[in-house]
DNA sequence: ATGGTGGCGCGGCCA
């Protein structure tokens, strides 16, 4: 059976629900987690996605964060406050679905090397990096997706002299998810050819998406066992076209399990 | 070094 699996941070489901529903019937996915829903429990707009034939669980707070996921079929053994992680806002949804266990994060941003932000975005990353070690025993067929707000290497940088060192791309931030996938996590877009320069986020300023000035940030995780049976993986740049998109582009991927 | 844009919410923070 093939499972279709989505990631895309949103910047707002208030402004973004139209698109997100063209996106899920132009796409049908099997499930879509969302991040910077930036919509408190009380405001979700579970109805409307209910009425398009998906289920939806979410973790959101005003203004800032927020998570959901989105799926065809029941979604089971929610967690929205790993153990240790204790950061007071609404950043990860764990879910199962069918034959995958999902982990939706959308990681501290870090604003600056160097910053109050940074050293508590690598502080996230080591809490995060204990629960991912601790699902990736209990379950075989794990993902891990979201929005990272880090570039893997430098070809995920439009231009690397510009960005070396600088938040997103630092080596303590790099070696913070190397850290991460040496835990059996693989990163499911780098298992096939894609064309250079491949982004999914560009800034709203200076004409960013037009010239492609972007960072691969958005990533889709798989566990080894799962990551073998992995058939694609590739970038949807359409939405961030649209009239009022959001700064990213959704990523997808297809696994055989 | 700064400013450029967007979302929230109505001043300033965050990205």
Not at 33 to 52: G, H, R, Y
Not at 85 to 97: F, W, Y
Not at 226 to 231: E, I, P, R, S
Request: aromatic residues 8%; hydrophobic residues 40%.
């Amino acid at each position: 059976m093939q499972v279709k699996i989505a990631t895309w941070n949103v910047n707002s489901l208030k402004v973004r629900l139209p698109q997100v529903l063209d996106w899920l019937a132009a796409n049908a996915p099997d499930v879509l987690c969302l991040q910077e829903t930036k919509l408190t429990d009380d405001n979700f707009p579970a109805a409307d996605i209910e009425a398009v034939g998906y289920r939806v669980v979410f973790a959101g707070e005003k203004t800032y964060n927020g998570v959901a996921v989105i799926a065809r079929h029941p979604l089971a053994d929610i967690v929205t406050d790993p153990p240790g992680l204790d950061d007071g806002q609404r950043r990860v949804l764990a879910v199962t679905s069918g034959h995958l266990r999902i982990l939706n994060l959308y990681v501290v941003n870090g604003q600056e090397v160097g910053s109050d932000k940074y050293a508590w975005k690598l502080e996230w990353l080591s809490r995060i990096s204990r629960y991912i070690k601790s699902q990736l025993k209990e379950h075989d067929h794990l993902v891990v997706l979201g929005d990272f707000n880090i570039a893997p290497d430098d070809r995920d940088v439009h231009d690397p002299e510009a960005w070396h060192e600088r938040i997103l791309c630092s080596t303590p931030e790099r070696q913070a998810l190397g850290a991460l996938l040496d835990l059996g996590l693989v990163d499911t877009f780098r298992l096939f050819e894609q064309e250079e320069k491949s982004f999914s986020w560009w800034d709203y300023r200076a004409a960013a998406f037009r010239r492609n000035l972007g960072l691969r940030i958005d990533l889709i995780l798989a566990s080894r066992s799962l990551a073998a049976g992995c058939t694609s993986c590739r970038i949807d740049k359409k939405p961030r076209r649209l009239e009022r998109p959001s700064d990213h582009a959704p990523v997808i991927a297809e696994f055989a399990v």
